[in-house]
């Protein structure tokens, strides 16, 4: 299927007021909290509350249209988009040379300094899309100073990852501030120059809030996930970092889902943006979708633990919404003798990436999660996603679902649904 491709431009009434107070929180100071019971984003529950959607069965239930795609033909080849040449030999050396569409339209405008909105499917190369411009900027000045903000650790730590692979070699630097982690280790890295920042709110406005983290030297912010950054839980402290950056401060927004609503509040944010969208349909066209209806009388996880032995899961996902129930699965999955790894917000940083690491390299070919691995990770050869517990959203199923057949290939996803 060939790329769809929409550009328009957005005037703007002008940026956000620095001043504005939100619901009283008119400063950084959080020193009166805790230390262990302050909220990182990638545990705190979502304002809107935990209810689950309503089944969706044109959502749910869905054939899979395996096309085959026609090549994209980038308009400019890493090289000739202009990036600085270390940039260029590193993807070289990793056998890229053509740009991913999203990559193809975005990086000219950010080479520009322009505030950009990008919407692209999950698996599309985003992050690079943002990266690889802004690390030519540093390159080329010194001085550059890019936070990037992310809604759970692991998606942080996984754009860290990135960021440190492209300025392998180089005098650029980068660390990572989220939750989960110990603090004193992060306020040491801190005291060294750091080109790049990347981080959840939460420990980020820790850190502001004890001074060593300046707002004020930032020339860029990027918000991954935008549509679950500017949702109302995570709207107040997006605004409170926007108000203490530089007023010239340059914007980028990504995303794989975007609604009218989150896309008011993003323009009140930016200034005369660009909009790139690449983005081919709301799900993955790869990817089988049905449901598995249970009801009185059956037990839904010996239902799931049935499908889990079936041989055609070679690496599954299992989405719950709850860290209890996700602790309870995992018990009972170890003691039948499956290989399995779980990820929520009561297990520390070191675990949860221990157990990504486990699921990636193939110790294990079972992972189960709560939604903080629903978005932007990326993990190859996910043969199944299983929504045990039903998604919050729409746009939480589309991610969730988005884990599974990428890179062209097949995937199955199955939602169970009760009768």
Known sequence: MTQSSNRRRYSSSGKQNSNRNRRGRNNFNRSQAPQGTRRDQSSRNRRKGSMEMKPDFELFVKKAKPV??????????????????HLVTTLENKKFTDPTPIQDQAIPHLLESRDLIGIANTGTGKTAAFLLPLIHQALENNNKRVLVLAPTRELAMQIDDEIKEFTRNTSLRSTIVVGG???????????KTRHFIVGTTGRTLDLISQGKIKLKDFDTVVLDEMDQMLDMGFLPDIKKIMAGVRQDKHLLFFSATLDNKIEKVALDLLTDPVHVSVKKTTTTDNVEQNVIMWGSGQDRFEMLHDRLLDESVTRAIVFENTKHGVKNMERKLLQRGLKVVAIHGNKNQNQRKRALDDFKKGRANIMLATNVAARGLDIPNVSHVFNYSLPQ???????????????????HAFTFVPK
């Open 68 to 85: 085959t795609e026609e090549v994209y033909k980038p308009e400019n080849t890493f090289a000739e988009l202009g990036l600085h040449t």
């Open 181 to 191: 982690m110990p603090i004193y280790r992060q306020i040491e890295n801190l005291r």
């Open 393 to 411: 959203s729409r746009e939480d199923y589309i991610h969730r679902i988005g884990r599974t057949g990428r890179a062209g290939k097949m995937g």
